[in-house]
Nanobody
């Protein structure tokens, strides 16, 4: 099992940047694929970015169409932390951002979520 705690959210002006962090505790962090998702008021939760598991630096990443070229996901297994660097922020990026960890053992996929961190983009 893994526990996730997000941080780094806040209020930022359009065009600004923020870096979110998700610190994990509990199980072996490197075995978990990690992801960031977000949910705006009145909308469904959507994919922001994902990064594969592993012990080397050759990770595969995937991004939602609305954030490609602006956001970057990365991980530091030694620190048990995944990051989301967000640049050129837009008002439509305003949402609660959630960290997710997944691991598949045999035919069972385990999914864990953090409590979320609020990001508000406004002038």
């Amino acid at each position: 099992q893994v526990q996730l705690v997000e941080s780094g959210g806040g209020l930022v002006q359009p065009g600004g940047s923020l870096r979110l962090s998700c610190a994990a505790s509990g199980s072996i962090f490197s075995r978990y694929a990690m992801g960031w998702y977000r949910q705006a008021p009145g909308k469904e939760r959507e994919l922001v970015a994902t990064i594969t598991n592993g012990d080397d630096t050759n990770y595969d990443t995937n991004y939602g169409d609305s954030v490609k070229g602006r956001f970057t996901i990365s991980r530091d297994n030694a620190k048990k932390t995944v990051y989301l660097q967000m640049n050129s922020l837009k008002p439509e990026d305003t949402a609660i951002y959630y960290c997710r960890a997944t691991r598949t053992i045999a035919t069972v996929t385990y999914v864990y979520w953090g409590q979320g961190t609020q990001v508000t983009v406004s002038s």
